[in-house]
């Protein structure tokens, strides 16, 4: 069975500081990663995914996102974080053949 | 390029009642997907279709949600009778490809209340 774990509820950062939201999987071989954010009222918007090769994944908005296989994590991260970040970010993984798998979602806030 | 669009953006129905929800892909995505999102979790997936055809329905209560995708391109999604636990916000989306690594493109949701 394919699940993803997403061990925080809230994350709570301070304007230009560096970002990380926790997302662990397990998944029956290779997995497909993604990263979505979700503004209040708005659909989930796409920011990056892992399919195969460096590890390391640059999305949109500044995002990037360690894929790492021994962990079985696929952590989000950002050098430093905006106010404009405050959002919900949900991890998905989607192995072949099968649907993508979301999280319970992290609320991001970055206070100024 | 127009992202995904769905209507209606809300709606508040009793229970017991209907309700149909539309949306309309992105040009040219072939695979389009139904999501149900209860406040407080991720979204799960009702239904996926590939072009006019069903790829994996296996998460949709099948004895009171229906969904159709006439022509390939738009898609209803119905709920007959409503119950209580059916509120939640639907979500619509679509994607070029159905391979795994198909990054999916969400419309703004339907948020649905039943009382």
């Known amino acids: 069975a394919q699940s993803v774990a997403q061990p925080e509820d809230q994350v709570k950062v301070a304007e230009g500081n560096p970002l990380t939201v926790k997302c662990t999987y397990s998944?029956?071989?290779?997995?497909?990663l993604f990263w979505y954010v979700q503004y209040p009222n708005r659909g989930l918007q796409f920011l990056l995914k892992y399919i195969t090769g460096d590890n390391l994944v640059k999305g949109s908005y500044g995002f990037e996102a360690e894929f790492n296989k021994s962990q079985t994590s696929f952590h989000l991260k950002k050098p430093s974080a905006l106010v404009s970040d405050s959002a919900l970010y949900f991890c998905?993984?989607?192995?072949?053949?099968?649907?993508?798998?979301f999280g319970k979602g992290t609320s991001l806030l970055v206070t100024p | 390029e127009a992202g995904v669009a769905q209507s209606p953006r809300y709606k508040i129905i009793e229970k017991r009642q209907s309700v149909a929800f539309w949306c309309n892909p992105i040009?040219?995505?072939?695979?389009l997907y139904w999501y149900q999102q209860i406040l407080g979790q991720g979204p799960k997936l009702l239904i996926q279709f590939q072009n006019n055809g069903v790829v994996d329905d296996s998460q949709l209560p099948k004895d009171r949600f229906s969904a159709e995708r006439l022509k390939g391109v738009d898609s209803t999604l119905k709920i007959q009778p409503a119950k209580l636990e059916d509120s939640a916000v639907y979500l619509c989306a679509s994607s070029l490809g159905q391979g795994a690594w198909d990054e999916q493109y969400f419309g703004p949701g339907t948020r649905l209340t039943v009382t």
């Open positions: 998905a993984v989607r192995p072949s053949g099968y649907a993508l798998n």
């Open positions: 998944v029956s071989g290779n997995p497909y």
């Open positions: 040009s040219g995505h072939a695979t």
